[in-house]
Each structure stands twice: as structure tokens, then as C-alpha cells.
């Protein structure tokens, strides 16, 4: 390094660069936004029917209630484009109205809204409403609806639904070892920190909403469909997202009531869902019940691996979560089955939550590797080892990266595997029983297309702009680094500007894709400044295209999670006291912010394997649990030592960075290494996840005192 | 719904404010006094986000009403900086990166700065295993007695490392 010349600074562990307006509460979220003349509050009236039609919406007593401005029904809602089209490319941009016809399609489904001075006075006014409804019977149970469920096709990421090699049912039948497992896992719900919100604000013809939203063109897509105005007449700025996890891909009807109503009362109108309202009117992400089937030769190699799958979508929807996903990567095995089955039920809509598809598919898959090595009394690591493959084993493409091996095999040496005692139930701390458990992470790595401009300001400052989100993942800081790199500048003279539609298209934040994409264009772009900045070019723009990750190649990230649990001899309450996670995730672009990525998946991990829960009322197709006291996610006790290791790993034939996902890699398998682990301090083998501590009791009552 | 008048001090900052006695202290805080750093999550007190201090003690802004505030000292995340620095426990938190989206993370921190006076106190927790002596501040303490602040994100690990760096006084 010349004398003078800072560090590279992609890679280095540097503050995030947004920390300080976080930690100060000066980062503005999308209900904060202090508009002119001051914003209206709007309040959504929901339905107490899952299925049916709005009779009749008497509004007499709001409309004259204080304060109230608007109070809108199916009976004088504006015209607008039907939901949909249920099949439009990108999902997420579909048209979402709001009180367009008087059709109920799950619980708590919009059928009022109210728009008054205040927050106070529009609520009062929306508990005057008085809604009438005709209810039809509906289909609420996934498990009934088994026998029926369809055949989708595909699933949501566009793969086949159903993948086949070899011959699955006879190599099967003929394994020398086998399991076969029927495991479920629960609705579970993204619960984001922040409410999903917006303010809309018209000027003349031009709608602006400050939302919180993972993307940005495709809510500006999907709310000019909606209202049937050309697209450029939508600004969508999301500047700070207080979490999403996948439920703020999709908008919702925040945004559109809340354009509705600055239309009609002419001021600007802004919204938040309450918590309650969130578990009906956002998505969640779905039930499922997984049949595994695993066989093997007397030397622990897979012969026969089959993963069936059902999972639940809105009847109107078409939403089939990936959950085989990871199973058609991670071992080798001859003769291949998996099959996803959809039902589609009157529950509201599932989509997308943190690794959809491999968060539960690896629930399942990993705890039932697990069992196999039990079966063959190996080692779950060697077994895993022992299934490791340099070829993608159901598309026939070489990996361009893969390190599952080097990472069972160090992370087994870091968490002292060695110590681990295979008979169950072996190792005691007072009335805690004691168990060590191991899980393979896999999480496939996609590029999107994204575009960004980057600019030299007269004072020699780089300002960087893109149609890119950061929800809370580090995407100010790592667009930081790799700007100031590759402009050879320091960091704190670069600019990231993010979360305006005004700024070039990108595909935003989702599916471990928005590091590496946006990053690529930033990269692009100041590729092209620095080679014109002779020629007196002062800004340019880079894309990327999915067309940039070399497809003669299979792209995932991997790793292997490690667990210990404490199972309470009497009570079955489970404490993780450690974990460590070893990825492989190609280059990391900020290794501070990523640790931080890797904790927030395994925390997730430990919250999926023990308390994360919804359940359906069957009598009303209602999810039970509406708040955050009754649907359980992990708290700072929660949870106990995180370790978090990453391999120097480089990937010639990834993204143009080198970089790979690690949104979503750290959940991946992390609940499993703790069910696994239970196993080991018990023998309790848990398959209805969580494993609440009803679950161990019977177990439990079987060991000495 | 008549309006009352009261006077709500802030940060130091005497408000005088005419209010609708329906009104949150949460939402006096980000409608009417536009300090909107105090965070709305679920308005039910399950989450933290709008944690705040009140008379030193901090509570869930969303449970109480504004009107039943007059003369109280409230402290918000806007009012723990002193002279254009950042109060010790904001540093920490993004030198740890206790934090993500950030929406949880103003909660967090007038929490653990109340944390911190609570043990000075000698407050015992769920955690302590000995009431009768003054408790020891254990990770396990830390993350007991933060266990009111939801974070989505999962910073916990990292919240809890800020937070003992300040309470040992200087960086890690």
C-alpha cells in the first residue's frame, strides 16, 4: 500500500454508515415524514368474517363522529383495476385496490376506512362503523385439505414443482437403511419491528407515498395499476425500513387507501396497520407438512432422498413456497424425489418470509439427516461429509463455490464436536440435560438486474443513487465501501442515496439477491465514471442483468450450524447455550455488518426450532395469535452465545464482487442444529415443530430422575 | 372530547400543549411535538420500540396518556446526546452494531441507559440468583432485563456487548 492510500475498504468491518441517525432516532421512517399543512390519519376498519360478502356498511355515526374527513366503503370507493393479475411475472407488482367490491376473502380483510384530523379522533370514528356481513363457509386446515391439494406447476422461485432423477420408489424400497418422517412446521409470521405505513401525497396528477417497502419499482408499478395512471406518475420513496423479512415485498392496502384518501380530502393522508392487523392483511409465512424419505447403503451414502411437501397459499393466490429448494442441492444421491402440493385455502395470503422454501425445508430435511445417522449409528457430521457433491446434483452443473465440507469440518473443530456424546441423554448439568446438534446451511444465489449512477460533485464528493433499499442489512454502508473503492476515495466522502423511484431501477431487497446486485451496479457505474473522468465525464450509470452469474454454473452459499441446547429435566424448557455458524458465502463486503446478518439468522433459527408459532381458529379461519405477546419471536434472553466464523472464500464465477447472499444463509439450517440438538440431550426425536416443552414431556418422564 | 391543557417537559424542554386526553405520551411525543425518534411498533406494550424515561424510570410511552404527564421529566432518544455528542450507549450501539433497520433501536438505548441506573441501584432481576446481595451484571443479566425490547432483527448478541462495554466504563 503506497504511502497515503487508505485500506481497501470493501471487506473491513467498518460502522454502518446509517448507525448514527438509527441511534440518534433522525432516520425517518415512512409515517415521520412532516408534510405541509400537516397529514390526516387514516384508520382501516377490518372484516370479522374469513369469507363472504359485505351486506351493508352503515356510516351514518362516523361520518358525523369529530374530526372525521372521510369514511370510505365499498359504497363510494373509486374505481380501480382488480387485484391481480395472479400471474404477472412479478408478483409484486400486481394491483392491489382496496374496497373495490363488497367480496370478503380472509379474516380481517379491509371493508372501511376512515380518514380524520386526528390519529385519536379517526380511530373513535372507525369503532362507529358498522359493517354487516353475509359469511360462507370456508376451508381453514391445511392437513384436511392434503388429499385434495393441487399440483402447482411450479414454485415461487419458477422452478418445476416436482423434480425427479433416477428411480426414487425402487432404490427406496431397497435401501439397506431408511427413515421415512411426516414433520410440520407452523404458520409463522414476519412481525418486522415497524408496522407496514405509508403517507401519500398528491400534487396535481402526481402521487408521491413515502412506504415501507423492500422494493421500490414494483409498488410503483403496482400502485399505477392499480389506479390506472401511467407509471411515472408514482414516486415511491423508502429511504429507512424498519425491518421486512420478506412481508414488505408485496404493498399493501396502506398504500392504496391511503392515496385514496389524500385524493379525495386533499391533503396529504397517512396510515400505519395496527400490530393485530398485520397477522391478517400483510402475508405470513405458510403451514407445511413434509414427508421425508432417506435411504442409504450400509456406508452412509444417500441412495434414495425424497422430500414431499404441501403448503397453503389464499385461495385467490397462486404462492408455492419453495420448500424443496434445498434438498435438490445439498447431497448427492442417485435416485431423486421431491414434490411440492398446493392448498389453497380461505387463510389470508402466504409469500415470502426469510428463506422461503429452505428456512423450513431445512427444518425438516436437516433433523431427518439426523435420524438417518442415528439409523446407521454414524456421525451426523461424517454424514454429511460423506454426501458432499461438487456437482449440483439435480441440474448436472458444477458448483462455482462450494465449502459445506470445510465448514462442517472447522466448525465441528471450533465448537468441540469431539466432546459430543452420540447415546442421548448422556450428559447432565444439575437438572439440565445437555445435547449438541449439527445442521448444513444452503441458500441458492441469484443476481437480479439492477442499475445505479454514481456522480462527482464540484467539491469532489461521490454521490451514488440508486432505486435500492437498505432494511436494515447494511446496504448504505457496503454501497459505501465498494463506491469509495473503486473510485479509490475514502468513505466518508461518498454519498448513497437509496429508496426513491426518481433514482435508476433496481429489484431492491429480497431472496439474498440485493447485496450483489446493487453492489454490481455501483460497481459498473463507477467503473465507467473513473474511465471517463479524463474525458471530463463527471457521472455515469452501471447495470447488472441476471445474465452476469455464469449459468454454466450452480450458485449457493453454504455453511454448518452447531447447537448446544439445555433441556430442563422437569419443566422441558429448552435454553440454546451456544451456537456457532460457519459460512461460506463468497466475499464478504463488510465483515461487521455481515456478522450481524449471520446472528439475526441464527436468532431466527433458535426462534423457528422452539417458539414461533400462529395457529388458525378453524371456527373462523382467523390466525389466533394477533400480537407480539402471543405470537413468540426471540428476545434478548432468548438466546445465548453466538459465534459466527466466515471462510476466506473466493468465487472466480460468481457475481462480479465475488460476493454471495447472507440475508437469509444464517436461518437456513439453524433451527434444525438445535432440534438435533434436543435429540442429543434427550432423545426426544421432535417433528411438530416448535419443540415447546409439551412436546419433550413424555421423553422426559422416561429417563431416570 | 374537550382538550386539556398541559404542559409536558421534554428533554429538559417545557411543552405547553393542548391535548386530547386520548392522546398516548407516545403519540404527543411524534404527532404533537414532531420528536418522532420514539418508535411506534405495536402500540400495545409488547415490543419496547417506545421505550422512554420518565422520572428516570423507563416505560412503554404507548401505555400512558399524555395528560397524566405534567411535571414529569421525560427523556427520549433525542435528549441523551449532550453537546452534539453521542451519549456513551449510542456510540457503543453502533460501534457493537447493536442494530439493523434501527426502528427498535431508540427503545433499546433509553433502556439500557435505564438498565444500567437500575443496577447502580441494585435492583435485583429474574436473572439474579441471590436478591439479598447486589447483583452482578452478567450477560445473563444484560439480556434478561433487556427482554422487554423486541428486536426483529436479532442485534441481541450485539446489544449486549454495548452494553457492557459502557458499563465497564470505555471501549472494548
Known amino acids: ?705 | 372530547m374537550h382538550n386539556e391543557n398541559v404542559a409536558l417537559t421534554v428533554n429538559g424542554r417545557r411543552h405547553a400543549l393542548d391535548l386530547d386526553p386520548r392522546v398516548t405520551l407516545l403519540d404527543a411525543l411524534r404527532e404533537n411535538l414532531g420528536m418522532t425518534g420514539t418508535k411506534k411498533g405495536c402500540d400495545q406494550g409488547q415490543c419496547g420500540a417506545c421505550t422512554v424515561i420518565v422520572n428516570g424510570q423507563r416505560i412503554n410511552s404507548c401505555l400512558t396518556l399524555a395528560v397524566m404527564h405534567a411535571g414529569d421529566e421525560i427523556t427520549t432518544i433525542e435528549g441523551l446526546e449532550e453537546d452534539g455528542n453521542l451519549h456513551p450507549m449510542q456510540a457503543a450501539f453502533v460501534r457493537h452494531d447493536g442494530l439493523q433497520c434501527g426502528y427498535c433501536t431508540p427503545g433499546q438505548i433509553c433502556s439500557a441507559v435505564a438498565l444500567l441506573a437500575e443496577h447502580k441501584a441494585g435492583w435485583p432481576s429474574y436473572a439474579t440468583a441471590d436478591v439479598a446481595t447486589a447483583p452482578v451484571l452478567t450477560d445473563g443479566e444484560i439480556a434478561e432485563r433487556m427482554s422487554g425490547n423486541v428486536c426483529r432483527c436479532s442485534a441481541y448478541s450485539n446489544i449486549v456487548s454495548a452494553i457492557r462495554d459502557v458499563a465497564e466504563g470505555g471501549r472494548i
Not at chain 1, 449471520?598 to 426450532?609: L, R
Open chain 1, 1 to 705: 500500500m503506497a504511502e497515503g492510500k487508505l485500506a481497501d475498504p470493501i471487506g473491513l468491518p467498518l460502522d454502518r454508515v446509517d448507525g448514527q441517525l438509527k441511534v440518534t432516532g433522525r432516520a425517518t421512517y415512512a409515517f415521520e415524514y412532516a408534510t405541509q399543512g400537516g397529514a390526516a390519519y387514516g384508520v382501516i376498519v377490518p372484516s370479522a368474517i374469513a369469507k363472504g360478502r359485505v351486506v351493508a356498511v352503515d356510516v351514518q355515526e362516523a361520518q358525523h363522529a369529530p374530526g372525521v374527513l372521510l369514511v370510505l366503503t365499498k359504497d363510494n370507493a373509486p374505481p380501480q383495476t382488480p387485484w391481480g393479475p395472479v400471474d404477472l411475472p412479478d408478483r409484486f407488482a400486481r394491483a392491489e385496490p382496496a374496497l373495490d367490491s363488497d367480496e370478503v376473502r380472509y379474516f380481517g380483510f379491509p371493508v372501511a376506512f376512515v380518514v380524520a384530523e386526528t390519529f385519536e379522533e379517526a380511530n373513535a370514528a372507525a369503532a362507529l362503523v358498522s359493517v354487516r356481513c353475509d359469511s360462507l363457509p370456508g376451508q381453514y386446515d391445511l392437513h384436511s385439505a392434503g388429499p385434495t391439494a393441487e399440483d402447482p406447476g411450479h414454485i415461487s422461485d419458477g422452478a418445476p414443482a416436482n423434480s425427479s432423477v433416477g428411480d426414487f420408489e425402487a432404490a427406496f424400497a431397497t435401501a439397506p437403511v431408511k427413515i421415512e418422517a411426516l414433520y410440520t412446521t407452523p404458520y409463522q409470521n414476519q412481525a418486522p419491528m415497524e408496522p407496514h405505513a405509508t403517507m401519500a401525497v398528491w400534487e396535481g396528477q402526481m402521487l408521491t407515498v413515502h412506504t415501507s417497502a423492500q422494493l421500490t419499482t414494483s409498488p410503483q408499478e403496482g400502485l399505477a395499476r392499480t389506479f390506472n395512471i401511467p407509471k411515472e406518475n408514482v414516486r415511491v420513496v423508502t429511504r429507512y425500513i424498519g425491518g421486512g423479512f420478506g412481508s414488505k415485498l408485496p404493498f399493501y392496502v396502506d398504500a392504496t387507501l391511503a392515496a385514496i384518501g389524500a385524493r379525495i380530502v386533499g391533503r396529504p393522508v397517512k396510515l400505519a396497520m395496527t400490530r393485530p392487523q398485520l397477522f391478517h392483511m400483510t402475508t405470513h409465512r405458510t403451514a407445511s407438512e413434509q414427508r421425508l424419505r432417506l435411504g442409504a447403503d450400509r456406508d452412509g451414502r444417500l441412495t434414495a432422498y425424497g422430500q414431499d411437501a404441501l403448503v397453503q397459499c389464499a385461495r385467490f393466490d397462486n404462492y408455492t413456497e419453495p420448500v424443496c429448494g434445498a434438498a435438490r442441492m445439498l447431497y448427492a444421491a442417485p435416485n431423486r424425489l421431491t414434490r411440492h402440493r398446493l392448498a389453497k385455502l380461505d387463510l389470508p395470503r402466504s409469500d415470502s418470509m426469510r428463506a422461503p422454501g429452505d428456512a423450513i425445508g431445512l427444518l425438516a430435511l436437516e433433523c431427518a439427516m439426523d435420524e438417518l445417522a442415528d439409523a446407521l449409528g454414524f456421525d451426523p457430521v461424517d454424514l454429511r461429509l460423506r454426501n458432499d457433491t461438487e456437482i449440483d446434483p439435480e441440474r448436472d452443473r458444477p458448483f462455482a463455490s462450494r465449502h459445506l465440507a470445510e465448514a462442517l469440518r472447522l466448525g465441528a473443530a471450533r465448537f468441540g464436536w469431539d466432546k459430543r456424546i452420540a447415546k442421548p441423554a448422556s450428559v447432565r448439568d444439575g437438572r439440565w440435560l445437555i445435547g449438541l446438534g449439527v445442521a448444513s446451511a444452503v441458500r441458492a444465489d441469484v443476481l437480479r438486474s439492477a442499475t445505479a449512477r454514481a456522480r462527482l460533485e464540484r467539491d469532489g464528493r461521490l454521490t451514488v443513487e440508486l432505486a435500492m433499499t437498505d432494511i436494515g442489512t447494511g446496504t448504505y454502508t457496503i454501497l459505501t465501501q465498494v463506491a469509495a473503492e473503486a473510485m479509490e476515495l475514502p468513505v466518508d466522502r461518498v454519498t448513497v442515496r437509496l429508496g426513491d423511484t426518481r433514482f435508476p431501477p433496481t429489484a431492491g431487497s429480497g431472496g439474498s439477491f440485493g447485496a450483489a446486485t446493487s453492489s454490481s451496479a455501483v460497481l459498473a457505474a463507477c467503473r465507467k465514471l473513473n474511465a471517463g473522468l479524463a474525458l471530463g465525464l463527471t457521472e455515469a450509470e452501471g447495470s447488472v442483468t441476471p445474465a452476469d452469474l455464469d449459468d454454466t454454473y450452480a450458485h449457493a452459499g453454504f455453511g454448518a450450524h452447531f447447537a448446544e441446547a439445555a433441556v430442563h429435566r422437569d419443566t422441558g424448557e429448552v435454553r440454546v447455550r451456544r451456537m456457532l455458524g460457519v459460512f461460506a458465502a463468497g466475499r464478504i463486503l463488510n465483515a461487521k455488518t455481515a456478522r450481524s446478518q449471520m446472528i439475526g439468522g441464527m436468532t431466527w433459527g433458535i426462534g423457528s426450532a422452539l417458539i414461533e408459532e400462529n395457529h388458525v381458529d378453524p371456527r373462523y379461519g382467523s390466525f389466533v395469535n394477533q400480537d407480539l405477546a402471543s405470537y413468540h419471536v426471540a428476545v434478548n434472553a432468548d438466546v445465548g452465545s453466538l459465534d459466527v466464523m466466515f471462510l476466506d472464500e473466493a468465487d472466480p464465477h460468481g457475481s462480479p464482487l465475488g460476493s454471495k447472499g447472507i440475508g437469509e444463509l444464517g436461518i437456513c439450517g439453524a433451527g434444525a442444529a438445535v432440534i438435533n440438538a434436543i435429540h442429543n440431550a434427550t432423545g426426544a426425536r421432535i417433528r411438530d415443530m416448535p419443540a415447546t416443552p409439551d412436546k419433550l414431556l413424555a421423553t422426559l418422564e422416561t429417563l431416570d430422575a
